[in-house]
């Protein structure tokens, strides 16, 4: 049970080390910035919903 175990850990190692292959820094910090940007974007969408949800929620119920 143990030697399947190292052996497991073995080609973890193995397939992380060598066969992966990694992004540039470049493409990392593009990659996080499209998520950042696209988030950004969402955010503000939702908030516009919910401000004109609220408004029109609102004019139908006064309080």
């Known amino acids: 049970m143990f030697n399947k175990l190292v052996k ?4 973890c190692y193995e397939e992380l080390a060598h066969k992966t292959t990694w ?9 996080a910035m499209v998520v950042l940007t696209a988030s950004l974007v969402i955010a503000v969408v939702v908030f516009i919903m919910d401000f004109v949800f609220q408004h ?6 006064p309080s």
């Open 8 to 11: 497991y850990c073995k080609a």
């Open 56 to 61: 029109v929620m609102n004019f139908v119920y």
């Open 23 to 31: 992004p540039s820094r470049a493409e990392l910090t593009h990659r």
